[in-house]
């Protein structure tokens, strides 16, 4: 009954996000009554952004929650820990060289995020350990330095670029302004199957929860587990900057608060985080498309506003509790 009511309460939040987000902007358009130009901007225009807030949203928020099961710290986050700014500058890389490819343009700028979201994230393990052990406190800040350094590459990039500097300026702030069906259609294709890949492996990483000694005596092999988890936010977070932009702190709020209301277990926190962090994001994109009209704020400064507050609220009132 439990699980049927979030079910309910779900379905009813994604239904009114989506119908709002379709609703408002420059040209309000009915739900019940299409024109043939309400028809074009829907699905033109509308849709296909809607949908990447969604899986975008998503995406950022489960690999949030992969971050904090792994380290069992309520401020990891793919932002804080470099992750994004390694995926901006494989991004920044692969558009003012040149390495991507006319005909697979969007393809080759989604490997090289990849690619530069792992860089980013070995670089946070090899500063964050110490003695053969990590430190939650000392990877965090490792991931805020590498951040911080990544950041300062892509600004190099910026500098460097000609015609390239708005799409730059594009992935530093993160949006939704240039959606189409072809980057739509990577996010729907890639990033349910990691979802589903991350659920079904859930229970091993509540084991973890207990401890590593525990968890290697209950026959979970640890090192492959953490290793395979961080591979995959790595990739959920690489797909989701080369669709958006460097978007912050969805990956740090949704998860947390879906884990205070419906606790720690992950074949519970993992889908109900998903689907909360894409709704959280539709919401986000509709008013920053909407504060200022005609004119656009950039999605990641919302949600900056927003996370910031409660980011700042979390390291004040942390306490490491992340039992089931």
């Known amino acids: 009954m439990q699980q049927s009511r979030r079910a309910l309460l779900i379905v009813m939040a994604l239904l009114f996000s989506f119908v709002l987000a379709m609703s408002i902007g420059p040209v309000p358009i009915s739900i019940f009554e ?10 033109n225009l509308r849709l296909p952004r809607i949908l990447s807030a969604f899986f975008v949203g998503g995406g950022l928020a489960l690999a949030g929650a992969i971050f904090q099961g792994l380290f069992r710290n309520p401020i990891a986050d793919s932002y804080l820990l470099g992750v994004s700014s390694g995926a901006s500058l494989g991004a920044a890389a692969a558009i003012v060289l040149k390495l991507a490819s ?22 946070v393990f090899y500063f964050g350990r110490r003695n053969g052990e990590f430190s939650i406190f000392r990877l965090l800040l490792s991931g805020l330095g590498v951040g911080l350094f990544l950041s300062s590459l892509v600004a190099i990039f910026m500098l460097m670029a000609g015609e390239e500097l708005k799409a730059l300026i594009f992935f530093f702030l993160g949006g939704f302004s240039s959606s189409s069906w072809d980057t739509t259609w990577v996010s729907i294709a890639c990033i349910p199957l990691a979802v589903l890949v991350a659920c079904y492996f859930a229970p ?39 669709v958006a932009g460097l978007i912050g702190f969805v990956g740090l709020i949704v998860p947390h608060m879906i884990r205070l209301i419906f606790g720690a277990d992950h074949r519970t926190l993992f889908p109900l985080t998903f689907f909360s962090g ?30 910031v507050p409660i980011f700042l609220y979390l390291i004040r009132s942390e306490t490491g509790d992340y039992d089931l």
């Open 278 to 307: 894409g709704i959280f994001l539709i919401l986000c994109d509709t008013a920053a498309r909407t504060i200022i009209a005609p004119a656009e704020l950039p999605v990641g400064i919302v949600t900056s506003l927003v996370g």
């Open 34 to 43: 299409w024109s043939a130009t309400d028809k074009v901007i829907l699905f």
């Open 204 to 242: 091993e990483l509540n084991v973890l929860l207990l401890g590593e000694e525990t968890a290697a005596s209950s026959g979970v092999r640890t090192g492959r587990i953490q290793l395979f988890y961080a591979i995959l936010a790595a990739l959920l977070t690489s797909i989701s900057v080369s």
């Open 102 to 123: 006319p005909l697979a343009n969007f393809a080759a700028v989604s490997c090289f995020a990849f690619i530069g979201s792992l860089a980013a994230l070995a670089l």
